[in-house]
């Protein structure tokens, strides 16, 4: 018998519960924007978890929660996006002063 597929018992709903990393997320999103990017790539790894947990069970978990988890992720992916910018901008200053210095002598 497939009792995963069964309707609640008396017709009621568990009670739904909040993400179990969504507020961490956040806070480690918000972090790796201020910080340093480290925070936002734990941040990422801990939200795949957490989305994949939502995505299998939407009932079981508040919308809130994953809310707060979408959020979390979008800070992380900016941090690590001005990561990356800043990044290509030390390169090509860096690429543009050894080829001025090298073009004086």
């Known amino acids: 018998m ?5 309707p609640y018992r008396d ?3 568990p009670p739904q519960r909040s ?3 969504a507020t961490t997320v956040l806070v480690l999103g918000i972090l790796s924007i201020v910080f340093c990017f480290i925070c936002g790539i734990i941040a990422l790894s801990m939200a ?10 939407p009932e ?3 919308t809130s929660s994953y809310e707060l988890l979408r959020a979390g992720r979008i800070c992380s992916i900016i941090s ?8 290509l901008i030390f390169l090509f200053v ?3 002063a050894i080829s ?3 073009f004086n002598n």
């Open 2 to 6: 497939d009792y995963q597929n069964q």
């Open 11 to 13: 017709g009621f709903q």
């Open 19 to 21: 993400l179990p990393n």
């Open 48 to 57: 795949s978890g957490d989305k994949r947990l939502y995505e299998e069970n």
């Open 60 to 62: 079981l978990y508040t």
């Open 80 to 87: 690590l996006c001005l990561l990356g910018a800043g990044l």
């Open 94 to 96: 860096m690429t543009f």
């Open 100 to 102: 001025v210095g090298s």
